[in-house]
């Protein structure tokens, strides 16, 4: 199987701005991992994805590219470390998947009230 692809300069870049729009430019610094996922549910193994990972306060994020163009996103509190999502499992569009998951975060964060900067 072929590898996936590192994300590009502009994924990076369109990551970044829609981050620092939310919380201020340089105020949070975006880490790049590699992940071991199922891409199916019914594949025998996991396959290495790239990611980009960053945290505000208790809250962690994390964008990984599961092909060309494909994108997953997950988000979760220090304190529990339950994973919540979009209620989308891929998405073909960079931008679309950043701002749901930010938008999907602080709908969570306020229905927690845990005073979370918007």
Same mark, same amino acid.
């Given at each position: 199987?072929?590898?996936?692809?590192?994300?590009?300069?502009?994924? =990076?870049?369109?990551?970044?701005?829609?981050?620092? /729009?939310?919380?201020?430019?340089?105020? $949070?610094? !975006?880490?790049?991992? *590699?992940?071991?996922?199922?891409?199916?549910?019914?594949?025998?193994?996991?396959?290495?994805?790239?990611?980009?990972?960053?945290?505000?306060?208790?809250?962690?994020?994390?964008?990984?590219?599961?092909?060309?163009? =494909?994108?997953?996103?997950?988000?979760?509190?220090? /304190?529990?470390?339950?994973?919540?999502? $979009?209620? !989308?499992?891929?998405? *073909?569009?960079?931008?679309?998947?950043?701002?749901?998951?930010?938008?999907?975060?602080?709908?969570?964060?306020?229905?927690?009230?845990?005073?979370?900067?918007?």
């Amino acid at each position: 199987m072929k590898a996936i692809p590192d994300f590009t300069e502009t994924e =990076r870049w369109t990551i970044q701005t829609t981050v620092d /729009e939310r919380w201020g430019k340089g105020n $949070t610094e !975006i880490l790049v991992a *590699d992940v071991d996922i199922k891409l199916k549910p019914g594949d025998p193994g996991l396959t290495s994805c790239p990611a980009m990972f960053w945290n505000v306060g208790q809250w962690n994020f994390v964008v990984l590219k599961s092909a060309d163009n =494909r994108y997953r996103c997950r988000f979760f509190r220090r /304190e529990d470390l339950e994973q919540m999502g $979009t209620g !989308i499992d891929e998405y *073909d569009d960079i931008a679309e998947c950043v701002v749901t998951l930010l938008q999907t975060q602080a709908d969570c964060a306020r229905s927690l009230d845990q005073g979370f900067p918007g």
